[in-house]
């Protein structure tokens, strides 16, 4: 299939983007361990969160998918069942990091695969923690296939993770669920996205919310859920970025979700003189949430710090989505700001084809810079307007048909 992207003259209107992936797994499985029917509008339907819906289904509950409305028919904190056959992750690694963490609580023996990519990524950051916890998880040297043995007795911890990961917090959390000696407690070097917290609080859990440190309580029951997804902010970024760079933009992006440990990118494109306005602000599903509207504008080079690049990254999990665009700064100027964000995974890993188009659009514009003085000499130009403008469209359009292809790996699982 062949896909051209030409330079867009301006980006101007209003767009939603899809919902959440992160919030749309813990919906299913916090939906499936429910006491009852659950219901959820605005899913985001990819093929790593239709995986784990198709796991749900493997474990007894019931999933309907109606478009974005999804609808679960939950069977209790303790009533999923083993299906006798691998459960089959895919190449989500949300699923496969944060479904032991209810599996350890149920009675039966169940094992976990994944696609080739899948089966190459660090498990043993799970299995540590829930086998101080006094769970039996099995890896592979550390990797998939996983089987646990459910049903044991657990035992409350409080376990440091070595490295920030919602992912691995979220599997101890759920655990906890299941654990007796009072509360499971996670620290974390630097406080990662909350979506598994405000979920079970919503379920009726009792949950301290407290950054860096949130802990639960053993739980008997979830109660069944009724939220709005709102729109993932992985997926709007790229469009946040372009109407950015773009000449002449104006675009509104609507119900996102503005959960402050997601959001990085707009505090640091404000610092460089980005024109996003938030407003619209309010409560979607117990996620805080508004609208953006982004103008065009002349960005300035900035520092990004190593703590804000491990707070920005959206997804301590399989694929990285960098967003690596050109910024331009002063007459004949170029300035790149590499902002690794989107769906980080634990192991950090680049997909070869994402990498290979953040390369290709280093490349191209280390050799615009080297040739910018050289074109302004030979068409007489005396500024760099025209050139940085020049530059903008066309460096913004290779960033945007990086986006699309590399769309599939970018926006799955999280």
């Known amino acids: 299939m062949a896909l051209e992207v030409e330079p867009a003259v301006s980006l101007r209107g209003d767009i939603a983007v899809p919902g959440d992936k992160s919030i749309s797994h813990r919906a299913l499985l916090l939906g499936a361990a429910a006491d009852g029917e659950s219901r959820f509008e605005g899913f985001g339907a990819s093929v790593d969160t239709l995986a ?4 749900m289904r493997a474990l007894g509950a019931e999933v309907d998918l109606d478009g974005e409305a999804l609808r679960v028919g939950g069977v209790g904190l303790r009533g999923l069942q083993a299906p006798g056959k691998p459960i089959d992750c895919g190449n989500a690694g949300t699923l496969m990091r944060l479904l032991p963490g209810l599996l350890v609580g149920q009675e039966g023996r169940f094992e976990l695969v994944g696609d080739e990519s899948l089966s190459r990524r660090p498990l043993g950051r799970i299995a540590a923690p829930l086998g101080l916890m006094g769970a039996r998880v099995e890896t592979d040297d550390g990797h998939a296939p996983l089987v646990v043995e459910g049903g044991l007795p657990l035992q409350a911890v409080r376990y440091e993770l070595p ?4 992912q691995v917090k979220s599997c101890v959390l759920l655990a906890g669920l299941y654990a007796e000696g009072g509360r499971t407690v ?3 070097p630097h406080p990662s996205r909350d979506h598994t917290e405000r979920m079970l609080e ?3 859990v009792r949950v301290r919310r407290k950054a860096g440190e949130p802990a639960v309580w053993p739980a008997e029951a979830l109660k069944p859920l009724s939220l709005a997804i709102p729109g993932d902010f992985s997926s709007a970024a790229p469009f946040v970025v372009a109407a950015t760079l773009v000449p002449g933009s104006e675009l509104h992006i609507h119900d996102v979700n503005l959960n402050p440990r997601r959001t990085g990118l707009l505090e640091i494109l404000e610092r460089m003189g980005a024109r996003i306005t938030t407003y619209n602000r309010r409560q979607i599903g117990g996620e805080p949430a508004g609208d953006l509207e982004v ?3 002349t960005l300035v080079g900035t520092r990004v710090t190593p703590d804000e690049k491990d707070e920005g990254r959206k997804r301590k999990d399989v694929s990285v989505f960098p967003l690596a665009f050109p910024f331009i700064a002063g007459p004949g100027a170029l300035a ?3 902002l690794t964000f989107g769906a980080a995974r634990d192991d950090l890993r680049l997909s070869v084809g ?3 188009a953040v390369v290709a659009v280093l490349v191209i514009t280390y050799l615009l810079m080297r040739l910018t003085p050289v074109v302004m000499r ?3 130009v005396t500024g760099g307007n025209v050139i940085n403008r020049l530059s903008g469209v066309v460096l913004a359009a290779l960033a945007v048909q990086f986006i699309i292809t590399g769309a599939t790996n970018a926006f799955g699982g999280g």
Do not use: Q, R, Y
Request: glycine letters at 12%; hydrophobic letters at 70%; charged letters at 5%.
């Open 52 to 55: 784990t819906a198709a796991a």
């Open 163 to 166: 490295v920030a990961s919602a």
């Open 186 to 188: 996670v620290v974390e």
């Open 202 to 204: 919503a379920a009726g």
């Open 295 to 297: 103008h065009s504008a």
């Open 336 to 338: 790149i700001v590499l």
């Open 354 to 356: 994402l990498f290979g």
């Open 378 to 380: 030979v068409m007489g």
